[in-house]
């Protein structure tokens, strides 16, 4: 079964343009979740999605936003870059039995760096 | 709110010797545990999981234990190997929430 795949690997921007970066769950998941991941703050929790609905949302600005479709393949987008967005974005997918004790499997990132 | 606190690294060790990374946790009700490996230029790999009280999760030689009396969840391993080397993270998942909430990491280092 293929993992979970995330595009593009690679990103540079310049400030204030805006960025979408695209995830494809495993077969089968309907869960996608997104992290941001940087040297100063660790691993934060961005949102989550389910059934093309945001069912969790971390404590990020409205800069950043996201959308699922009816295949499970999900979308964040970033608009006016901050040089404080660059990080490794990282996407998670899991079925989903609602209990919160299902297993995230993760992609490999999209490392983004604003300039 | 719900937190992970692991122990500060870097951690330095000579291939064989004992592994212990420190995992405690704050969170309301009862979450489920991970612990999460990352190698250099790679995403986060499921190390292992517990998701009630005195579960025991283990892989490839780790091992953690769900303790609900002191809220932790600590990273074992009885002889660590050079390939072992690269960043662990311990998280937490809310009951009822598909979220994680993680740990700053520990950075391992395993020489030979």
């Known amino acids: 079964k293929a993992g979970v795949t995330q595009t593009p690997r690679y990103l540079i921007k310049t400030r204030g343009q805006q960025v979408t970066l695209s995830c494809s769950p495993i077969s089968g998941h309907r869960s996608v979740s997104w992290y941001q991941q940087t040297p100063g703050q660790g691993l934060q929790f961005l949102f989550e999605?389910?059934?093309?609905?945001?069912?969790n949302k971390g404590n990020f600005p409205g800069r950043f936003s996201g959308r699922q479709f009816s295949n499970s393949r999900s979308e964040m987008n970033v608009s006016t870059l901050e040089l404080g967005d660059s990080a490794l974005y990282l996407c998670a997918s899991s079925w989903d039995s609602g209990a919160g004790t299902d297993t995230q499997y993760f992609g490999p990132g999209t490392r983004l760096t604003v300039l | 709110g719900d937190s992970v606190t692991q122990m500060e690294g870097p951690v330095t060790l000579s291939e064989e010797a004992f592994l212990t990374i420190n995992c405690t946790y704050t969170a309301t009700g009862y979450p489920s545990l991970f612990w999460y490996v990352q190698y250099p230029g790679e995403g986060l790999q499921l190390l292992l999981k517990a998701t009630k009280a005195d579960d025991k999760g283990s892989n490839k030689g780790f091992e953690a234990t769900y303790r609900k009396e002191t809220t932790s969840f600590h990273l074992e391993k009885g002889s660590v190997q050079v390939s072992d080397s690269a960043v662990y993270f311990c998280a937490l998942s809310p009951r009822g929430a598909q979220k994680l909430v993680f740990g700053q990491g520990t950075r391992l280092t395993i020489n030979p």
């Open positions: 999605y389910f059934s093309e609905t945001q069912r």
